[in-house]
């Protein structure tokens, strides 16, 4: 809220202002708001993915692992191996001395197994299968290149032997230093390696399982995943900042008001307190000139009376501005209530009936009925007759003036709206409309617009001034319609 705060007080013709800079709280909040909840949504975003991304990937692992170790115990019931594992017969260099009948039942259930290994091989996510011993041997693949031999640097197929527990890890390509990467083909997008020990009965792993995957429709259903986590943090952002946007900038306007009301109250202490000061030092001088002036024109000749009737005029201006100056500084008394704004508007009327003869002005308005509206009597008594006379003025020369009334029963407001055509006023001028002491009327003190906007401000309304040079000036009141209505 940058807010300049100039007390239009004139000494000598010079304004005197004070400009005050004050922190920025809009601005300040959308920049910080914006980067803080921009960089918790990304972090939100990438951890949200990442744990979909593991959480997927270790699920798809566990039902791996689990099928293949349900597969390798029915095997083994179904071929009358009691008390053996299948990791006790996956490896053929263990049938040596066994029975010969033990034997074919190991290979048997071997040969089964594989059987069911070489189909998941097949698979189109499937890009290797290979079964290691303990001394990291290759004892079958689903790549017969591989059978026989061993790769002894492989510390993932060694943890798993020594923790009997699944390992899994994930690519993106081919890695030059894993050597038992020989895949049949060359995996496209991420692949996983999943370990699978395998124990005997005695709770030893003397068999592991090596697969290489790349699970084609689990990447793609990430992608989708990612897709919508990523819309959905960016929308929670957006309307996160959205929210907090509105609610800050509500309050910045109402703390803009607030302190602009403020600084009005401050202005206007200082108008009372120089007004006072102003009525103090020129009304005994004032009423002292003009006696004597009254005195001094009875007595004197002719041709003095002349001067002596001007000075009496210039003493009644000078005293017409200091009663201006007490009526726009004192606190506005009474409490609002419900006034007919035709009987007002007519009154007003009656009252300058003169002036607007004698200006050679038409008045266009038709006096139909309309709601009561929350105001003072004698207060929009005050707006109008400063309206009406600022109107004649402009039209010097004649001209027209147009009233008419709005009633808004939807939204419960009424509008009186006064057009002029006479000489209007320049964009500079409108901009100094509400400013105490900016006047653009000879002779004027240029407080009576701000006793019109103070006087609408209490009723809860509102002024607003339209006006082109050479065109005329148009001036709409806005008034609430009292709730009895």
Same mark, same amino acid.
């Given at each position: 809220m940058s807010l300049t705060y100039s007390l239009g007080k004139y000494f000598s013709g010079k304004?005197?202002?004070? &400009?005050?800079?004050?922190?920025?709280?809009?601005?300040?909040?959308?920049?910080?708001?914006?980067?803080? *909840? &921009?960089?918790?949504?990304?972090?939100?975003?990438?951890?949200?993915?990442?744990? /979909?991304?593991? +959480?997927?990937?270790?699920?798809?692992?566990?039902?791996?692992?689990?099928?293949?170790q349900s597969m390798a115990a029915a095997e083994v019931s179904h071929h009358n191996l009691p008390n053996m594992q299948m990791g006790e017969v996956l490896d053929p260099r263990d049938d040596v001395g066994l029975p010969a009948e033990i034997q074919k039942s190991r290979r048997e259930?071997? *040969? #089964?197994?594989?059987?069911?290994?070489?189909?998941?091989?097949?698979?189109?996510?499937?890009?290797?299968?290979?079964?290691?011993?303990?001394?990291?041997?290759?004892?079958?693949?689903?790549?017969?290149?591989?059978?026989?031999?061993?790769?002894?640097?492989?510390?993932?197929?060694?943890?798993?032997?020594?923790?009997?527990?699944?390992?899994?890890?994930?690519?993106?390509?081919?890695?030059?230093?894993?050597e038992e990467q020989q895949f049949l083909r060359k995996p496209e997008n991420l692949f996983i390696e999943n370990y699978i020990p395998m124990l005997n009965s005695a709770g030893k792993a003397v068999a592991t399982l090596e697969i290489y995957k790349e699970p084609s429709d689990l990447i793609a259903r990430t992608k989708r995943g990612y897709v919508l986590m990523w819309l959905a943090t960016s929308f929670g952002g957006a309307m996160i900042y959205l929210g907090l946007y509105w609610i /800050?900038?509500?309050?910045?306007?109402?703390?803009?008001?607030?302190?602009?009301?403020?600084? +009005?109250? #401050?202005?206007?202490?200082?108008?009372?307190?120089?007004?006072?000061?102003?009525?103090?030092?020129?009304?005994?001088?004032?009423?002292?000139? %003009?006696?004597?002036?009254?005195?001094?024109? #009875?007595?004197?000749?002719?041709?003095?009376?002349?001067?002596? &009737?001007?000075?009496?005029?210039?003493?009644?201006?000078?005293?017409k501005w200091v009663r201006d100056l007490l009526l726009a500084s004192s606190p506005l008394q009474g409490s609002n209530e419900e006034v007919d704004p035709l009987e007002a508007i007519l009154e007003t009327l009656h009252a300058f009936e003169p002036q607007i003869r004698k200006a050679n002005v038409l008045v266009e308005f038709t006096a139909t009925a309309a709601p009561v509206v929350v105001g003072h009597r004698v207060l929009l008594s005050q707006v109008l007759n400063s309206l009406v006379s600022n109107a004649v003025e402009a039209m010097a020369q004649g001209g027209r003036l147009q009233i008419e009334i709005e009633p808004d029963a939807l939204r419960r407001k009424l509008s009186?709206?006064?057009?002029?055509?006479?000489?209007?006023?320049? +964009?500079?001028?409108?901009?100094?409309?509400?400013?105490?002491?900016?006047?653009?009327?000879?002779?004027?003190?240029?407080?009576?617009?701000?006793?019109?906007?103070?006087?609408?401000? %209490?009723?809860?309304?509102?002024?607003?001034?339209?006006?082109?040079?050479?065109?005329?000036?148009?001036?709409?009141?806005?008034?609430?319609?009292?709730?009895?209505?």
């Amino acid at each position: 809220m940058s807010l300049t705060y100039s007390l239009g007080k004139y000494f000598s013709g010079k304004e005197v202002t004070s &400009t005050t800079v004050q922190f920025n709280l809009l601005r300040w909040f959308s920049l910080a708001s914006f980067l803080i *909840i &921009t960089f918790v949504a990304l972090g939100l975003g990438f951890i949200a993915t990442r744990f /979909v991304v593991n +959480e997927s990937i270790q699920r798809d692992a566990v039902l791996t692992a689990q099928f293949i170790q349900s597969m390798a115990a029915a095997e083994v019931s179904h071929h009358n191996l009691p008390n053996m594992q299948m990791g006790e017969v996956l490896d053929p260099r263990d049938d040596v001395g066994l029975p010969a009948e033990i034997q074919k039942s190991r290979r048997e259930a071997r *040969i #089964e197994f594989l059987d069911h290994i070489k189909h998941i091989a097949k698979q189109p996510d499937s890009l290797l299968i290979s079964i290691y011993a303990p001394d990291d041997t290759v004892i079958w693949s689903s790549n017969p290149t591989l059978i026989g031999q061993k790769f002894e640097d492989d510390d993932e197929l060694d943890e798993s032997f020594q923790s009997k527990e699944r390992i899994f890890a994930t690519y993106h390509e081919v890695q030059n230093d894993r050597e038992e990467q020989q895949f049949l083909r060359k995996p496209e997008n991420l692949f996983i390696e999943n370990y699978i020990p395998m124990l005997n009965s005695a709770g030893k792993a003397v068999a592991t399982l090596e697969i290489y995957k790349e699970p084609s429709d689990l990447i793609a259903r990430t992608k989708r995943g990612y897709v919508l986590m990523w819309l959905a943090t960016s929308f929670g952002g957006a309307m996160i900042y959205l929210g907090l946007y509105w609610i /800050v900038r509500r309050a910045s306007g109402l703390l803009v008001s607030q302190q602009s009301q403020l600084i +009005e109250n #401050e202005t206007f202490v200082a108008l009372g307190e120089m007004s006072a000061a102003v009525a103090h030092s020129l009304r005994n001088p004032l009423a002292t000139i %003009r006696s004597s002036a009254e005195l001094a024109q #009875e007595l004197g000749n002719p041709p003095v009376q002349k001067n002596i &009737t001007d000075i009496i005029g210039q003493v009644d201006r000078m005293s017409k501005w200091v009663r201006d100056l007490l009526l726009a500084s004192s606190p506005l008394q009474g409490s609002n209530e419900e006034v007919d704004p035709l009987e007002a508007i007519l009154e007003t009327l009656h009252a300058f009936e003169p002036q607007i003869r004698k200006a050679n002005v038409l008045v266009e308005f038709t006096a139909t009925a309309a709601p009561v509206v929350v105001g003072h009597r004698v207060l929009l008594s005050q707006v109008l007759n400063s309206l009406v006379s600022n109107a004649v003025e402009a039209m010097a020369q004649g001209g027209r003036l147009q009233i008419e009334i709005e009633p808004d029963a939807l939204r419960r407001k009424l509008s009186i709206t006064l057009r002029d055509n006479g000489k209007g006023m320049t +964009e500079n001028q409108q901009q100094m409309l509400f400013k105490p002491f900016c006047t653009s009327k000879q002779g004027g003190l240029g407080v009576g617009l701000v006793m019109v906007k103070r006087i609408m401000d %209490r009723f809860g309304g509102k002024i607003s001034v339209t006006s082109r040079v050479n065109s005329g000036t148009e001036v709409r009141l806005t008034f609430r319609i009292a709730k009895n209505q």
